[in-house]
């Protein structure tokens, strides 16, 4: 029944998508915009920025500009995080840099960024509401900077608390979902503590989905992936799993080692699993959820309500 | 005279950009953000907002926070440029990849980006003038985007014609004079054909500018210009000057040649005086700032707007 209302909303967010940022001159800059966007995607941020709207009485069809500026901020992140990655495959396909060439590529996710901002500020509501939801929006942008500017840091550093890593992973990925789910509220006229209540839930769902993503990027296999498998472990990234291994003294010898073998990565994979890493992020990654669950109390219910439930429980049982 | 007014205005921007841009954690990102803003500048984006809003009545001193904005979207474009352009030095300063990392200045430029979105959401006006500016600014970024996309494939095409060479400045370069100028006289409640006039005048003189611009960075020696003397040369960039001496059958062999000598450089300099190519560019910078002034006409005497005919003049007749 979830998986069902978020096909539903993934859909209206595919159908916007052309129509909000249709392929016009220069043409094969809009191709490049919408290289990973057409590729598919499960569309959870916009989704929530609906869900959110639909909790809060607040009507889908008029929400569909934000959702779509949200969701091309999204891809404009991974665009550019792509680049910096040097990843060269993303949903199934060559990443945007590895088709057009590292220039193009930082245009493209420039261009979706104003996009998003272009459309956000077209959407039909009070000029207050579209003011206090750019703000949000442009303040949220920070933040992401901020996040992928200390992941960055921490690949580089030995020493990263849980604490730390936390902080990295609200800015990085979860305020997007908060973001994403307060504006679905402001857009709709809701009050200062439900749109409150909403950013809270968005913030720690959005931290438990990173938690768990860095848990599927270890262990789903790459045709399932749709990108190599335990690529965070060889770029050396202190995930939540790595921290933990790490603070029980356990060696990964493949951590940050851009050539390690799959041999390499198996030998690692068996060493997170027996420090209880991955079960100690998993549990992590479940408790943060549920926490941000119970910031939803404060909605009357719905089914709209029924469905970020659900949603939240999705971000940790989803198999890729 | 002229630059007198405009230092003032400068002044008054210097004086906003750390107090709208302070350096926060994680601070060595925000030292990059500042890298550029902080080694000066002319400040004439800024300054030629300021000076809209004072020609329409508008007080200069609440244009601060849409002026550092400006600001921080035209600094987030060289950011950005000096990566696709490889550029090792700009304002006399190792540009911001040269000094950070591509990656750490991909976010430095995204960052500057949100800020400036996120410092004009908080401008002291009416909401309806807020997201009017943002709508207006984020498609002046899409614009901007546009240009660097159509100039990048103008590089790689021999028969770029006069008109879309024009086309390709108006956005890449004209659109951010031409909405500095309009927001201006937008949060200062101006009318829509007073809005509009400032437009016109912003973007004609802007691409006056960018026209003479490529002169400068012809003719002017690398100690005073702060980088590389004819750059667009061994770029191969279509600038309006190339574009002219190529239809007049001249033949530049430095041209895209990135290791071409000094010699080979200056060979081609003096094939393009000798073409009339220089002067042909000049003259049109010239005519279509003389446009641009005239649109001037529908605004009442005053001393900004003298200043703004004077800021026009500047243009074309500055030395670097």
Known sequence: MIEEALKIRAGLVDEAIPKFLPITPPDELYYAMRHLLDAGGKRLRP?????AAEAVGGRAENMLPAAVAVELVHNFT???DDIMDEADIRRGLATVHKKWGVPRAIIAGDALYSKAFEILS???????QIAESIELLSKTCTDICEGQWMD???QIRKDVAEQEYI????KKTAVLFAAAMKIGAILSGANRDVSRALWDFGCRTGVGFQIYDDVIDLITPEEILGKAQGGDIIEGKRTLIVIHALSKGATIDALGKSNATRSEISAALSILKESGSID???NRAVSIVEAGKSALRILPDSEAKSILIGLA?????RKY
């Open 47 to 51: 989704s929530a920025l609906l869900l």
């Open 78 to 80: 991974l665009i550019h």
């Open 122 to 128: 077209c959407a039909r509501s009070e000029p207050s």
């Open 152 to 154: 960055m840091n921490f």
């Open 167 to 170: 902080r990295m992973v609200e």
């Open 280 to 282: 100690y992020a998993m």
């Open 313 to 317: 429980d999705y971000m940790i049982e």
